[in-house]
């Protein structure tokens, strides 16, 4: 009985770890992660406490797998409410590694260049925003997806012109944030070609062309044009937006009938009408 019973627990143990084992995340997603770990060097939140060697990666912290035990998600986003809450330093080649990620979000933190080019089929959600990139451009490797639906590159270094942005696929696309870059050029084909768009941030950029030729989809709920050069007049379907911003511009002439706060006109060289001053007659 004794015995049996001896038999049992040691039969017990040994088969544990194999079950952990079996249970265990790609070794290429782990060995992703764990060179991102070791190349970040403050991380003063301990948000990576739970990233330990031989563990189970899909459990880790901002981690999330799919069926194969692949990595598909993973989310660390600093917190600006927090001063302690964020991550600095690089993220290295070998993050490459990931090739199953498809939702990506590395969001106010203070991550410096280079960023990796990533081989991943196709990603749907990137958020890089406020870190301490320079990426010069929109990466290929996410101009090229067939699936992605959103864009967050806010204050990621890009000085481009948005006209030359040519990417693969826009009816997915459902959120594009490049607010606060130095993105020059219309937003008026972009918008034309997004026709299932809900929002559209691109405050504080260069963005010089005429508001009344732009044409935009149904869908679209946010507008954020405000601190660029744009010029023209203010169109009826334009204050039909939800949520407007095109304060700090060059717009001119009368402001169709609104109910729209004064903070989404101001700054710009003679708007009139409510809920600005009335036009003179
Ligand atoms: C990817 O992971 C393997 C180990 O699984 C490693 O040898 C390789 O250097 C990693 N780096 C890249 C860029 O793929
Ligand atoms: C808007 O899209 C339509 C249809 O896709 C196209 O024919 C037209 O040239 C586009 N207009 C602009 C200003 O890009
Ligand atoms: C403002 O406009 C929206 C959309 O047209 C409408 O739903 C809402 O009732 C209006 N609010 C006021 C106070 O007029
Ligand atoms: C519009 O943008 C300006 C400048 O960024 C900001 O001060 C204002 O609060 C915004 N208004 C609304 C209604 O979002």
Request: glycine share 6%; charged share 20%; with cysteine.
């Given at each position: 009985m004794n015995k049996n019973l001896f038999l049992i627990i040691i039969t017990i143990t040994t088969l544990l770890p194999l079950n952990t084992n079996g249970a265990k995340c790609h070794p290429d997603d782990e060995s992703g992660l764990l060179t991102l770990k070791s190349s970040i060097k403050f991380d003063p939140s301990s948000m990576?406490?739970?990233?330990?060697?031989?563990?189970?990666?899909?459990?880790?912290?901002?981690v999330s797998c799919g069926d194969n035990k692949r990595v598909t998600t993973l989310s660390l986003t600093g917190d600006?409410?927090?001063?302690?809450s964020y991550l600095s330093g690089t993220v290295p080649k070998?993050?490459?590694?990931?090739?199953?990620?498809?939702n990506l979000d590395l969001s106010d933190n203070f991550l410096v260049d280079p960023f990796p080019s990533l081989n991943v089929k196709g990603i749907e959600s990137l958020d890089l925003s406020?870190?301490?990139?320079?990426?010069?451009?929109?990466?290929k490797w996410v101009t090229s997806s067939?699936?992605?639906?959103s864009l967050k590159l806010a204050k990621c270094g890009i000085k481009m012109k948005l006209d030359d942005w040519k990417p693969?696929?826009?009816?997915?696309?459902d959120f594009i944030d490049l607010s606060g870059n130095e993105i020059s050029g219309s937003a008026v084909g972009l918008l034309n070609e997004?026709?299932?768009?809900?929002g559209f941030w691109s405050s504080e950029n260069v963005l010089k062309f005429d508001l009344g030729s732009l044409r935009f989809g149904d869908r679209l709920k946010y507008l954020d044009l405000s601190h660029n050069m744009v010029f023209g007049k203010v169109t009826t379907s334009v204050v039909?937006?939800?949520?407007l911003n095109v304060s700090y511009n060059h717009l001119c002439g009368e402001i169709p009938k609104n109910n729209l706060s004064a903070s989404v006109f101001v700054g710009n060289d003679c708007l009139c009408g409510s809920p600005l001053k009335p036009c003179k007659a």
């Open positions: 990576l406490k739970t990233w330990i060697t031989g563990t189970d990666c899909c459990t880790w912290s901002g600006l409410e927090n001063p302690k070998s993050f490459a590694n990931l090739t199953k990620i498809f406020r870190n301490m990139f320079h990426l010069n451009e929109i990466p067939p699936i992605i639906y693969s696929e826009t009816y997915f696309y997004t026709e299932y768009l809900v039909g937006i939800e949520k």
